[in-house]
């Protein structure tokens, strides 16, 4: 299982969001886990976290009016929704499944997948997707600040 984390001071290791502490409320107490730490050096990690609340703030307006998590796995459904705004952003690589079939596979946004300046590209390129695909080209200043609070 992946997790991300943010470091915060005194070297306290948080969850980036709260789709992430749920992935960690499925380990049991009292064990002890190995953990690779990957990643940050080549990247902002502050700029990285910041792509991942703009995911969250996209993925809870869309989910809001289109989705009934009864049956469904929350995590599972953020992570679809994160692989397509990417594909739509125009970050994807084709592959061919078992049957022959091409399909799109979203880029991964991984601090040892792209530098810093790529992730740049790509952060913009997501913004762009979300209004779109998410928001539907709106003109409604609120939604509009937020999603510029991201930037």
């Known amino acids: 299982m992946k997790v991300n984390f943010i470091k915060r001071p005194g070297g306290i290791l948080s969850p980036a969001n709260d789709i992430e502490s749920n992935r960690l409320n499925r ?5 002890v886990y190995e953990v690779e730490l990957k990643g940050g050096e080549r990247r902002n990690r502050g700029f990285h976290g910041k792509v991942f609340m703009f995911f969250t703030f996209c993925f809870n307006h869309w989910a ?3 989705t009934d998590f009864k049956y469904q796995c929350e995590s ?3 992570d679809s929704f994160r692989k397509y705004i990417t594909i739509s952003a125009g970050f994807f690589d ?3 499944d078992l049957d022959g079939t091409p399909r799109m596979k ?3 946004l991984s601090f040892d ?3 810093q300046e790529y992730f740049e ?3 913009s390129a997501l913004i762009n997707a979300a209004i779109a695909q998410v928001f539907n080209n709106t003109n ?3 939604i509009l600040n937020k999603l510029q609070s991201f930037f």
């Not at 380990?27 to 064990?31: A, D, E, M, S």
């Open 76 to 78: 599972a459904q953020f």
């Open 94 to 96: 084709w592959v061919v």
């Open 140 to 142: 409604d200043e609120q």
């Open 27 to 31: 380990l049991k107490n009292g064990i």
């Open 121 to 123: 590209q790509c952060y």
């Open 113 to 115: 997948s792209m530098g």
């Open 64 to 66: 809001a009016e289109n």
């Open 106 to 108: 979203a880029q991964s």
